[in-house]
């Protein structure tokens, strides 16, 4: 019996189809490195944060395990985990775009392609977005820029250093200028918490970094960091080519082309990305060009504990609080940053909101925490009263 050439391509298609399927399937023990072809153990790769042990290769990396690299273990707080995204243009293709969030859902047990929240880097607060390529290649929708701009305000109102972790393949096209307008979006709530705020953004660009993702957030960062080797770009290499009428060089749109053209600060290996982020807060937090703001719109809310407490007495005694920036540039905590940062850990393993005012009637079933709580606010009493 025979079969159409246009029947044989199809049934090789639906194989290559599934045979890919198989291998991304959770219970796959092998994978092979995508640069150099080494067939490696998934477990093994895991531990080195998949990073091929033949070539050094960075190779894909979900969400959840780059949040487990860089944040503290028990520390994590997840912002909006209920967003889920919608079909507001009834676009269909092959199949409805609800069907094909249904998929990615299943497939990757994501909401969407991002995960956003707090947490401490080597005990310093962060607000962290991570982008998943693994979810509908990362694609940018009302979900994923609605979902990073509350992670920015956020941060804003709460004095956080911001990471975001970009992996993505563009504005998702499904659901047309509604992903389009993520973009300014974005750029918007990261114009007030950087030039009103005056707060520390980092920006890293992993493998692929593309399309709108780049055309926006993804390059405003105050410093940008990027990993070895990876794609980054806006319009893809063979439309630019043609549009240009020339040759490309080999390493156009790699991290370290951008490096070369002053687009990015600093390459850095997957591996070392934690100590990088954590060297590099202590650096610029404190710099002349990174003092505390004030945010438009009265949304300010106190960005530490101590500006808190003094600003909280002022009131309480009706005295002006418009010199307290000032007061708090020309004083220095730095005695008390380690006694709260022993606080913080405690504050974290218990059951308390640390991002509720704090209070000592709050730690009354924890004595331990108390006690503490109270002996640094005496040693405060002496330092806020003064003035």
């Known amino acids: 019996m025979f079969i159409s050439i246009l029947s044989w391509i199809e049934e090789q298609k639906k194989s290559k189809t599934q045979n890919q399927n198989k291998n991304s399937e959770p219970g796959s ?86 995960l956003t929240g707090t947490g401490l880097l080597d005990e310093i607060p962060v607000a962290l977005g991570v982008m998943d390529f693994s979810f509908m290649g990362g694609s940018m929708g009302s979900v994923v820029g609605e979902k990073i701009t509350r992670l920015i305000e956020h941060a804003a109102r709460e004095g956080y250093v911001l990471i975001l972790i970009c992996a993505s393949g563009g504005a998702r096209m499904q659901e047309g200028v509604l992903s389009l307008m993520q973009m300014a979006k974005i750029a918007s709530a990261l114009n007030i918490y ?25 390059m405003l960062g105050d410093l940008i960091f990027a990993e070895p080797n990876a794609l980054i770009g806006f319009a893809g290499r063979r439309v630019i080519e043609q549009t240009l009428q020339e040759k490309l060089p080999e390493n156009f749109q790699t991290s370290e082309y951008l490096l070369d053209h002053g687009l ?56 002006n609080c418009d010199n307290e920036i000032e007061f708090l540039e020309n004083f220095s905590f730095i005695d008390f940053s380690d006694q709260f940062s022993i606080l913080n850990k405690f504050i974290y393993n218990s059951s308390i909101n640390i991002f509720e005012e704090i209070d000592s009637d709050n730690f009354q079933e924890f004595e331990q925490l108390s006690t503490m709580y109270k002996e640094i606010l005496t040693s405060l009493n002496i330092l806020l009263n003064k003035n």
């Not at 092979?32 to 990396?61: P, S, V, W």
């Not at 959840?64 to 994590?76: A, P, S, V, Y």
């Not at 209920?82 to 969030?101: A, G, M, V």
């Not at 692929?208 to 993702?213: L, M, Q, R």
Request: charged share 25%; net charge positive; with cysteine.
């Open 264 to 319: 990015c600060d600093l390459i850095i290996p997957r591996s070392f990305l934690k100590q990088a982020l954590y060297e590099t807060i202590l650096l610029y937090k404190d710099t002349p060009y990174k003092r505390i703001g004030k945010l438009p719109k009265n949304i300010q809310r106190p960005f530490n504990l101590l500006t808190e407490e003094r600003i909280r007495r002022k009131y309480i005694n009706n005295k």
């Open 194 to 218: 950087q030039s009103s705020a005056n707060l520390l953004y980092f920006s890293i660009l992993t493998s692929p970094t593309t399309g709108g993702v780049t055309a926006s957030f993804a």
């Open 29 to 114: 023990l092998w994978t092979r490195c995508d640069n150099c072809g080494t067939i490696l153990y998934i477990k093994h790769l895991k531990e080195n944060q998949c990073i091929c042990f033949a070539c050094g290769y960075h190779l894909q990396m979900n969400s959840r395990e780059r949040i487990k690299n860089l944040i503290d273990i028990g520390t994590w707080r997840p912002l909006d985990e209920t967003l889920s995204p919608c079909n507001p243009l009834d676009f269909y293709d092959q199949k409805t775009y609800t069907e094909r969030i249904q998929d990615a859902q299943e497939r990757t047990k994501l909401q969407d392609a991002i």
